[in-house]
């Protein structure tokens, strides 16, 4: 069946515009999460879907970084006024949903962002 | 709060030859372990996870792990490296997050296999 797709796969944008960020995660998933991936780092988690409930927000690194899901389903990562430090892969995941607390996630092939 | 330190930033090995990359962990309880593979410009993989059953776990690609709570440690080991596995790959532990779980990754170990 189809993963996790995500666009743009690139994305080059000027130091102060907004960039939206598309995740669609694999049907039937109820939990989506995003990352990024910064050069020679790990990965940094930055927000967590479960259903309809409340988004963990506790990983976004500044107010110009939001999210929302969309019916359960496609998520949107939308940085405001970049920065160039703001460049880095942005990772998106999902997992199923249930009481389970271990669930693997599965991964996007993420979207490189540079901010010139 | 749980965090987990893979000790080599980047590992070379011949082909053939065995593959051990390190991962140390800590946590205040039971965790999940990982093991993630990243391949240049593509998505993240599982390689094999640890969930509280069998110690050795045994994953994709001839890849496996041994958990070692003793020693807090949950190295990955491959007996014969192949040139195909060559990526990046990321010791990973799960940190409870209400019904779900979250990930924390370790900052990576680049494998590159000689010829």
């Known amino acids: 069946g189809a993963g996790v797709s995500q666009s743009p796969s690139n994305k080059v944008t000027e130091k102060g515009k907004d960039v939206e960020l598309r995740c669609d995660p694999i049907s039937g998933h109820t939990a989506l999460y995003w990352y990024r991936q910064s050069l020679g780092q790990g990965l940094e988690f930055l927000i967590y879907?479960?259903?309809?409930?409340?988004?963990?927000k506790s990983g976004l690194p500044s107010d110009r970084f939001s999210a929302e899901r969309t019916g359960g389903s496609v998520s949107t990562l939308t940085i405001q006024r970049t920065q160039q430090e703001d460049s880095a892969v942005y990772l998106c995941a999902s997992s199923p949903g249930g009481p389970r607390v271990y669930n693997e996630q599965f991964f996007g092939p993420g979207t490189r962002l540079t901010v010139l | 709060a749980q965090s987990v330190t893979q000790l080599d930033s980047h590992v070379s090995v011949s082909e053939g030859t065995p593959v051990l990359l390190r991962c140390n962990y800590s946590s205040s309880y039971s965790p999940s372990l990982f093991w993630y593979v990243q391949h240049p410009n593509k998505g993240l993989q599982l390689l094999l996870k640890y969930t509280s059953a069998a110690t050795l776990v045994k994953g994709i690609n001839g890849f496996e792990a041994e958990f070692k709570k003793s020693e807090t440690s949950f190295h990955l080991t491959k007996p014969s490296a192949h040139m195909s596995d060559a990526a990046e790959y990321f010791c990973v532990v799960s940190e409870k997050r209400g019904s779900q779980g979250n990930l924390i990754f370790g900052k990576g170990t680049k494998l590159s296999v000689k010829p």
């Open positions: 879907f479960q259903g309809n409930s409340a988004p963990d």
